[in-house]
């Protein structure tokens, strides 16, 4: 697959760039993109909920009533769960959410996601930036020249541009990320992804 490369200015440069079939064109496993973002999600989750079981509960631990003869249930303690004040029965524990997924399991994830992404013509090309110092309005200003100013964008630099990503970082529909940082997650919450020039080789080496 070849695309056209853009320039900042938002017009087609006479270079193209060479997309791998074996990283952009392969047939997408969509159980494979679910559980990478399933997987992504659950690692974000902080897991530090907690309630209190009965013997937490501060309190007596007197019987409340005799056991028999009231004409009314058995009751023990006042810290039981259905009391009013008693602890919380099969209430929620700190835990980790975390689960284990193969690193070819995962590439393939994000070969599928890059796969969707092309197949619906949603990938674009665009030279190597270099902002001078970081400037939001210079990152609005390539978005319009882009025409994607009402699109969520996601720009994927070839390395570290700090000016590059400090631009970007008021904007809520625009989010900036290295190539070997790329994630299934961002590539699908994104509705236009936009490769910079030296991103997509390393992109391929990474994913292959």
Known sequence: MELKIFDAKGKATAKTAKLSDDV??????????????????????????????????????????KQKGTGTARAGSIKSGTRVGGGRIFGPQPRDYGFKLNTKFKRLA?????????????????????????????????LDNLKLTNEKVLLVV????????????????????????LNTYDIMNAGKLILAESSVEVIEKVLN
């Open 158 to 181: 070839g390395q570290k541009n700090d000016n590059v990503f400090l631009s970007s970082r008021n904007l809520q529909r625009a989010k900036v990320v290295t190539a070997d940082t």
């Open 110 to 142: 994000r070969k599928s996601a890059l796969s969707h992404k092309a197949k619906d013509e949603n990938i674009m090309i665009l030279q190597d930036l270099n902002f001078d110092a970081p400037k939001t309005k210079e990152f609005i200003q390539l």
């Open 24 to 65: 952009f064109g392969i047939e997408p496993n969509d159980h494979a993109i679910f559980l990478d973002v399933k997987q992504f999600l659950a690692n974000g989750r902080q897991g530090t909920h907690k309630s209190k079981q009965r013997a937490e509960i501060a309190g007596s631990t007197r019987k409340i009533k």
